[in-house]
């Protein structure tokens, strides 16, 4: 985005460039502890297979940020606020959200056309740059943040990663095996409660870093290559932090010198990874065989 | 978008037909419409909605990449669903949203495609409506090229889908029986999959990546909820998709907002309603099979 630099291969002299700007320092140490909390909620996600309750956080995050856009609020205040209430949502009614159900498939189709109406009144409202506002939640725009909100990002991703590493390991026993975790009498209904809780927050925190269409790409890409490498739990929740966390930074560097998506480069990254992770395990399952 | 309505709806209708790029929408959202039902009902019926979604995003960075190199967008939605849906049915397993590890490839997958989208949206140095337009649709825009170009696919799709109905009915209710008489399932999943990829790329045009179910889907849900005959349910699917479009594209006319807000909400209310009416019926016959057996 910011192709002023150009590229020396001095690797040092390079990193101090880029980090002598103020706007590149909040994205990556935002970015980065955004993306850490994301690996880490993400793997629990895919391990406990509720990937399609991301998907319909990230269309909830969009129109609630854009409903509160319309209403006045700040847009981060109505993309936690919706996100949050959504999540809680769907804990008390049990269910797990699946893709495949025809009728939360047609709930949140409609929930976006929701969203794009508050979009279009936002818009003609305010002046025709606010169009690019829609965008910016959509695909994200960590070049953009402002020092207050990059240190609120950082905060929460780093409170969200102490959070789940305090219940993780109850948490695995429950998703393991549930009937075991119920008989020895852990509040089952309270952790997964607390759990959507922070899928809901990280959610909210990767629309800002890659967009409420792209949610995916840090919370779901990372745990597949995690998945693909490792069956040990821990060993695979930090190769899924690792993963996220690379994907932004390298990301963030490629767009600084390449004047091309940071969201692009980021969700790149992550499936290039994943590609990568697929050929390792295929190699590896021959080769025990 | 200056003219109001009246209670005229003669008047009504000859203010919507005034302008040519009204005239070629209605054209475009009346074929959508009928394909999109088509399809739609089939999709639903062979629970493959997941699918729907899945093709209509990876049609976003095709349309984008069509822009790019000044052809039709239709072309590019087309190419990348067909290619998807060749895909999936080369890998040869059923996309569910259920299978952990199935849902976690899909959706990286479908973040990386949206990601190749909006690469290709920023290389041709697009405005945020163009990119608002293939996501969510429009009612603008759509050109004479595109209308034939709808026309073509449209009407290719719905004679290839006749021929097909018959085994592809059997196929989807009961595949083990279907295979056992020798109708050959796995070919006939695999030309419905690429009728539905081309299906999902002309519904783009109207509805946009995003809200595709409100056209491929939701018709065909309310239509199974109501009966469970293929032929009636399938007339039913037609006429409730082109009931949403029409009404969407007429509504949208009059206001200022967007096309696809309306016709995802008049498929949801549809949907809703048809939900609590059966459950109100339901609840009605218990209550006098009760009353009965007292």
Do not use: K
Not at chain 1, 34 to 40: D, E, R, V
Request: proline share 3%; charged share 10%; glycine share 10%.
């Amino acid at each position: 985005m910011f192709a002023a630099t150009s590229f020396s291969f001095n690797p040092l002299q390079d990193l101090q460039a880029m980090l002598a700007y103020d706007f590149m320092r909040n994205a990556f140490i935002a970015g980065g502890c955004i993306a850490a909390a994301a690996g880490l909620v993400g793997y629990f996600v895919v391990l406990r297979n509720q990937v399609f309750t991301t998907d319909a956080l990230g269309h909830v995050a969009f129109t609630g940020g854009m409903g509160g856009l319309l209403i006045g609020l700040n847009l981060l205040v109505g993309v936690f606020g919706s996100c949050i209430a959504v999540a809680l949502a769907i804990g008390s009614l049990g269910g797990r959200g699946r893709g495949r159900d025809v009728a939360i498939g047609t709930v949140f189709a409609w929930v976006l056309g929701l969203g794009l109406l508050f979009l279009s009144i936002f818009t003609s409202s305010h002046s025709a740059s606010a169009g690019n506002m829609g965008i910016s939640v959509l695909f994200g725009s960590i070049l953009g943040m402002q020092p207050a909100q990059a240190a609120i990002a950082s905060v929460a991703g780093l409170l969200t990663c102490i959070a789940l590493l305090a219940i993780a390991r109850p948490l695995l026993f429950v998703t393991l095996d549930p009937e075991v975790a119920t008989s020895r009498g852990l509040p089952i209904r309270v952790l997964t409660a607390f759990f959507l809780i922070l899928v809901a927050i990280t959610v909210a925190e990767s629309v800002q870093a890659v967009g409420a269409l792209l949610v995916f790409g840090l919370m779901v890409t990372p745990a597949a290559v995690a998945q693909n490498l490792t069956t040990n739990p821990y060993a695979g929740m930090a190769v899924s932090a690792a993963v996220a966390v690379l994907a932004v930074w390298l990301g963030l560097t490629l767009a600084f010198y390449i004047s091309y998506p940071v969201s692009f480069f980021i969700t790149a990254l992550a499936f290039g990874a994943f590609i990568v992770s697929l050929g390792v395990s295929r190699i590896h399952r021959t080769a025990s065989v | 978008m200056a003219d109001s309505p009246s209670w005229d709806l003669l008047a009504d209708l000859q203010l919507l037909l005034r302008f040519h790029f009204m005239q070629n929408a209605l054209v475009v959202g009346t074929l959508v419409a009928v394909l999109a039902g088509a399809v739609g009902y089939f999709v639903v019926l062979r629970g493959q909605s997941f699918a729907a979604h899945m093709l209509s995003q990876v049609g976003f960075p095709g349309a984008a990449a069509a822009v790019l190199l000044h052809l039709p967008p239709v072309i590019g939605l087309a190419a990348f669903c067909t290619a998807a849906a060749l895909g999936v049915g080369v890998i040869g397993r059923r996309i569910d949203a259920g299978n952990r590890m199935e849902s976690a490839v899909v959706g990286s997958i479908l973040a990386f495609s949206l990601g190749l989208g909006l690469l290709f949206f920023r290389l041709y140095a697009g405005s945020a409506q163009a990119v608002y337009a293939f996501l969510f649709g429009t009612i603008l825009g759509i050109s004479d090229r595109d209308v034939a170009a709808t026309a073509v696919t449209a009407v290719v799709c719905l004679i290839a889908l006749a021929a097909i109905a018959r085994p592809l009915v059997f196929a989807s209710v009961d595949p083990d029986v279907a295979e056992a008489r020798g109708v050959p399932v796995r070919a006939i999943s695999m030309a419905f999959l690429l009728l539905a990829a081309l299906a999902v790329a002309v519904t783009v045009q109207i509805v946009g990546t995003l809200l595709i179910f409100a056209l491929l889907v939701a018709p065909g849900a309310c239509a199974l909820q109501l009966t469970a005959r293929p032929a009636r349910g399938l007339a039913l699917t037609v006429a409730l998709s082109l009931l949403f479009t029409w009404t969407g594209l007429a509504v949208a006319y009059f206001t200022i907002y967007p096309v696809g807000f309306f016709i995802t909400t008049i498929a949801f209310a549809a949907y809703v309603l048809i939900r609590i009416a059966r459950a109100i019926s339901r609840g009605n016959g218990a209550s006098h099979r009760d009353a009965q057996a007292a």
